[in-house]
C-alpha cells in the first residue's frame, strides 16, 4: 500500500509540475532501484554553490526543487554519478537500476537530450576509440589518422540529439575541440609509457593544430573542463623544458614558470595545484617556501602552503621521528617503530593498487640482499584499507615480499602517514638509530643515490 501511495505522490507531482512549472526553478524527481545507498546528492558544477543533499525513500523515489538555475549538474554518491543539464522551469524525472547505473541511467522530462547526451558520452568515447592503450600505442600516422577520424565522430555523435539546447551545443562544441587538442598533446608521453619507447618523440609538425591557442582564456580555464587540462599540460611541459634547458630542480622550475603567467587566476591555480605536493619532495624546503610567495598572489593559498610549510619543517634532517605503535606485522603480533630503536629504518609507504609502488619491490629485494646482515631494518607500512587487508596478505606471500611487512591502522588516516604530510605514493623514509628524520623523502630504491646515502652514513 506504501509503494502505491509513494507512486501515486510521484505522479500527482509530475502532473502538477507540468501544468504549472515556475520559470526561477528545477523540478526534480526520480526513482533508483536497488541503489546501495540512501543518500544522493547534486551539485551545479562549477557553480560555488554547493551540493544539495536528495534523500531516496524507503522504494528508491525522491524528489526535489533546486533554486540555481540553467547548468549543468552532477547527480551522485559514493559509487554513482549522472551528468546532467537542466534548465531553469524545467520538470526532470530520473530512472536508474542500482545495480547497474551507468548503463541505465536515463531522464525523461524537459529537453532531456542534453543529459542523455552527458550521460552517454564517455561511453560513445570508449566504444569508438577502444582499448586506450592500444589507441596511444598506434605509430604517429595512424594515430593522428584515427584521432581525426574520432573527432568527427564524437560531434556527430552530438548532433544525434536533436533538442539540445543551442548554448549548450556551443559549449559542449567547444569541449570536444579542446578535448581533441588534449588527446594530440597527451600523445607523445603516453606512447613513451605505452611501448616503453623512452626517446619517442613526435614529429616537427605533429601539434601544429595547437599553433595560435590561447591559454590565458580565464573564463574556459574555471569551468574544468579538458581547456583547462590543456592548459595545465602546456604549461607543465613548459616547466619541464626549462627544468632540463636550464639545469634547474624540477620543483623549482614549475614556480618560474607558472610564477611568470600574467593571469593570476590560472597561475595561483597551478602554483597552488604544484606546490601543495612539491613541497614535500624539494630538497631544499626554505628556498622553495620562499620562492612560492614571491610569484603567488593568492593570500588564501599562501596561508595553505605557510601552513604546511611549518608541518614539514618539524620532519627536517635531525627531527625526532613521528611514531607508528603497534601496527599488524605479516609475520604475526604488532611492531611499533621504537623496536627499531639502535638500527637504521628504511621505511616504504605503499599499497597493493599502488603500481609505481609494485614497480620498486624488484629494486627494494635487491637492496635489502645488499645490505643483509647490517645495522639497518627494511619496513614496508601498506596503506591498504581494513577491507582489504586480505589483499595486502596475500601480495605480500605470493611476491614474497622481504623485510618487516607492516600495515597502517587507519590507512591515509593513520597518525603516522598524516604526521609525515604523505599525500602520494610510493613514498620512502629514512630514521637513524637514535630515532631521528635523516631524510623525510629518501631517494627509492631504484635510484642510485639511495646506495650513495647509505654509503655516506656508514651503514
Known amino acids: ?102 548503463n541505465t ?48 565522430r564524437y560531434i556527430s555523435y552530438l548532433e544525434s540529439f536533436p533538442n539540445i539546447p543551442k548554448e549548450f551545443e556551443e ?15 597527451n600523445y607523445e608521453s603516453l606512447h613513451q609509457r605505452y611501448t616503453e619507447q623512452p626517446d619517442f618523440k613526435v614529429s616537427k609538425d605533429f601539434l601544429k593544430e595547437l599553433d595560435g591557442v590561447d591559454y590565458l582564456n580565464e573564463e574556459r580555464y574555471r569551468r574544468r573542463g579538458s581547456y583547462t587540462k590543456l592548459v595545465d599540460l602546456h604549461f607543465n611541459r613548459k616547466a619541464n623544458e626549462y627544468a632540463e634547458n636550464e639545469k634547474v ?18 597561475k595561483n591555480s597551478l602554483l597552488m595545484s604544484a606546490a601543495k605536493y612539491d613541497i614535500g619532495y624539494t630538497d631544499n624546503i626554505d628556498a622553495y617556501y620562499n620562492t612560492y610567495l614571491s610569484v603567488s598572489t593568492s593570500t588564501r593559498n599562501n596561508e595553505s602552503i605557510t601552513q604546511k610549510y611549518k608541518a614539514l619543517k618539524k620532519l627536517s634532517k635531525g627531527q625526532p621521528s613521528p611514531e607508528f605503535n603497534d601496527y599488524s606485522n605479516h609475520a604475526g603480533g604488532t611492531t611499533s ?5 639502535g638500527k637504521y629504518v628504511y621505511i616504504d609507504v605503499w599499497a597493493t593498487w599502488c603500481g609505481p609502488c609494485l614497480a620498486e619491490v624488484p629494486s627494494l629485494k635487491k637492496v635489502e640482499k645488499q645490505y643483509h646482515g647490517k645495522n639497518i631494518a627494511f619496513v614496508s607500512i601498506s596503506i591498504d584499507t581494513e ?4 589483499s595486502w596478505r596475500k601480495m605480500v606471500t605470493d611476491k614474497q615480499l622481504s623485510g618487516v611487512q607492516l600495515i597502517a591502522d587507519k590507512d591515509w588516516s593513520s597518525k603516522f602517514i598524516e604526521a609525515y604530510e604523505i599525500n602520494s ?3 620512502f623514509i629514512l630514521i637513524d638509530p637514535d630515532g631521528k628524520i635523516v631524510n623525510a623523502n629518501a631517494p627509492r630504491p631504484s635510484n642510485k643515490e639511495l646506495i650513495t646515502l647509505f654509503n655516506e652514513l656508514g651503514i
Do not use: W
Open 1 to 102: 500500500m506504501k509503494k502505491v501511495f509513494t507512486l501515486l505522490l510521484s505522479i500527482l507531482f509530475l502532473v502538477s509540475c507540468k501544468v504549472n512549472p515556475t520559470e526561477n526553478v528545477i523540478l526534480f524527481s526520480g526513482t533508483i532501484s536497488d541503489a546501495t545507498s540512501k543518500n544522493f546528492r547534486i551539485v551545479k558544477k562549477n557553480s560555488g554553490t554547493g551540493s544539495l543533499s536528495i534523500p531516496l525513500a524507503e522504494d528508491g523515489s525522491f524528489a526535489d526543487t533546486l533554486t540555481t538555475g540553467t547548468g549543468h549538474y552532477i547527480f551522485t554518491d559514493s559509487r554513482y554519478r549522472a551528468d546532467l543539464y537542466l534548465t531553469n522551469g524545467g520538470v526532470y524525472h530520473l530512472t536508474a537500476d542500482g545495480k547497474d547505473f551507468r
Open 105 to 152: 541511467v536515463k531522464l525523461t522530462g524537459t529537453d532531456p537530450d542534453a543529459s542523455n547526451y552527458l550521460m552517454t558520452k564517455s561511453n560513445n568515447i570508449v566504444k569508438e576509440r577502444g582499448d586506450y592503450a592500444e589507441f596511444n600505442s598506434l605509430n604517429e600516422a595512424d594515430f593522428l589518422a584515427k584521432q581525426n577520424s574520432l573527432n568527427e
Open 171 to 185: 559549449f559542449e562544441r567547444e569541449e570536444l575541440y579542446y578535448y581533441h587538442l588534449l588527446t594530440l598533446l
Open 249 to 266: 630542480d624540477k620543483y623549482m622550475a614549475k614556480l618560474n614558470v607558472f610564477g611568470a603567467i600574467p593571469n593570476d587566476y590560472i
Open 337 to 341: 617503530l621504537s623496536d627499531f630503536k
Open 387 to 390: 577491507k582489504a587487508r586480505d
Open 425 to 427: 605514493i610510493p613514498r
